[in-house]
């Protein structure tokens, strides 16, 4: 006989009435648990978020070209031919 | 409350004839008679001016030493010094009555071009700052904070590639760590991470400032091998360039 203080600790998340109704039809579809279904779905949006979000990272860091005018623009929220309109900023001090 | 005194990129140019600086150097700082003057003037929030009766649409006060004479208009807690020029011999007072006249012809324009017209008998509104003086000042403002975040960024790598532990900072209200792991596996790990809530272009500036690190391999990550992400924390990781990171630790801080 197993006993209860062997079993993985389980922890219970409110869902509406609507995504209750989505997960369980999907877990039949699928012939799967909800429980699985729940954790699998969790872990596939969270990569397909964050593959989104390091998108939008690497797009943002391909506007900065390593100079310190680039990265004064974008923290001034403003272009590189504004910035150069109003006296640039100085590289003296890059050595990247 | 002691004030600033600006000039015009305009003025700056065409009045004072002075070429426009690097943002890295504050308007309010450069060396010209007229701007020490006018700072000495209007740093006193509370001390009585002069003011430039010909100008009526816009309050413009006087500021005179040696040959030159300027004007200054207060905005809030910012003094801006935005017309300038120099006293010609026998002539004590016109550049004040050449700014009126031009004044004058510009209410003028203005009055033909739009409506409803002017009510007043000058129009200084072109003086004024504008967008390109916006622009400077937020240009001045970014060019403090890169130098800001590149110093703290610099630091915290340095610290960590020291002792293999995270070194944190408050920076711009948000907690910046970073941890930089050497040897692991021959590479050299580094991981960002930021609490609050930062714009990302802020995060870009600081990923980008981390030396030895390609742009395109920065990862996101949503947990941490021993704990969950806090609410508002997040995560970066690459692998540095172990040859930038000696050449950091070589620096002097």
């Known amino acids: ?96 | 409350m002691a004030r600033q005194v600006r000039p015009t990129l305009r003025c700056l140019r065409e009045d004072l004839g002075l070429p426009v600086p690097r943002a890295d150097v504050p308007l309010d700082e450069i060396p010209h008679p007229l701007l020490a003057k006018a700072a000495e003037r209007f740093a006193d929030g509370q001390a009585g001016h002069e003011r430039i009766r010909a100008i009526d649409d816009q309050v413009l006060f006087k500021v005179k030493i040696q040959r030159w004479r300027g004007a200054v208009w207060v905005d809030d807690d910012l003094a801006w010094l935005v017309a300038a020029g120099q006293r010609e011999d026998g002539s004590p007072e016109d550049f004040y009555a050449a700014l009126a006249a031009r004044s004058n012809a510009a209410r003028a324009r203005y009055n033909a071009e739009r409506t409803p017209p002017l009510a007043s008998t000058a129009y200084s509104g072109y003086l004024l700052p504008g967008h390109e003086d916006d622009l400077r000042w937020r240009a001045e403002a970014a060019a403090r904070t890169e130098r800001r975040f590149r110093t703290t960024v610099r630091n915290l790598v340095r610290q960590s590639l020291l002792d293999g532990h995270e070194h944190a900072v408050m920076l711009e209200g948000a907690a910046l760590g970073i941890q930089v792991l050497a040897d692991q596996g021959h590479e050299t790990y580094v991981a960002i991470r930021i609490i609050g809530s930062v714009p990302r272009r802020l995060v870009a500036i600081i990923l980008s400032l981390i030396p030895g690190c390609q742009a395109d391999a920065w990862m996101s990550d949503y947990a941490m091998p021993e704990r969950a992400v806090a609410p508002e924390e997040q995560i970066w990781s690459n692998i540095m360039d172990p040859a930038a990171a000696a050449k950091l630790l070589d620096e002097q801080p």
Do not use: W
Not at chain 1, 29 to 44: I, T
């Open chain 1, 1 to 96: 006989m197993t006993t209860a203080e062997h079993a993985p600790r389980q922890i219970a998340v409110k869902v509406s009435p609507d995504g209750d109704k989505l997960i369980t039809s999907g877990a039949h579809y699928l012939h799967m648990s909800k429980k699985d279904l729940v954790e699998a779905a969790v872990a596939f949006y969270l990569d397909a978020r964050r593959e989104e979000m390091q998108a939008g990272m690497r797009e943002l860091l391909s506007e900065l070209d390593g100079s310190r005018a680039s990265r004064v623009a974008m923290l001034a929220g403003m272009t590189r031919a504004e910035l150069e309109s109003v006296g640039g900023a100085d590289e003296d001090d890059e050595d990247d």
